[in-house]
Nanobody
């Protein structure tokens, strides 16, 4: 069974930085894409950033985080990171990691982590 575990969340003051990590473990044949979404209290889950694992590491970002957040990957370790700088109170949310996985039976499935809370104070 594939498992995603996030870490690195916490409390930070506005203007500060945090780095989130996501580790993928278990049995699978490959990963094509990984990303981060977030859900703030009372709001819908939204895309934060994504990165292609197989196609040269192409990235995409939500407009609200462009220039402040950077997504990166370590293919050898099946890890994805989210470096968050210049954090704002509106970045407060539970951040979820997701991965598009090629399973052992050659079917594709998206997996999600349990989430890590980021709280940005004024």
């Amino acid at each position: 069974q594939v498992r995603l575990v996030e870490s690195g969340g916490g409390l930070v003051q506005a203007g500060g930085s945090l780095r989130l990590s996501c580790a993928v473990s278990g049995s699978f044949r490959g990963i094509s894409h990984m990303g981060w979404q977030r859900q703030a209290p009372g709001k819908q889950r939204e895309l934060v950033a994504g990165i292609s694992i197989s196609s040269g590491g192409n990235t995409n970002y939500a407009d609200s985080v462009k220039g402040r957040f950077t997504v990166s990957r370590d293919n050898a370790e099946n890890m994805v990171y989210l470096q968050m700088n210049s954090l704002k109170p509106e970045d407060t949310a539970v951040y979820y990691c997701n991965a598009d996985v090629l399973q052992m039976d050659y079917t594709h499935r998206q997996f999600w982590g349990q989430g890590t809370l980021v709280t940005v104070s004024e």
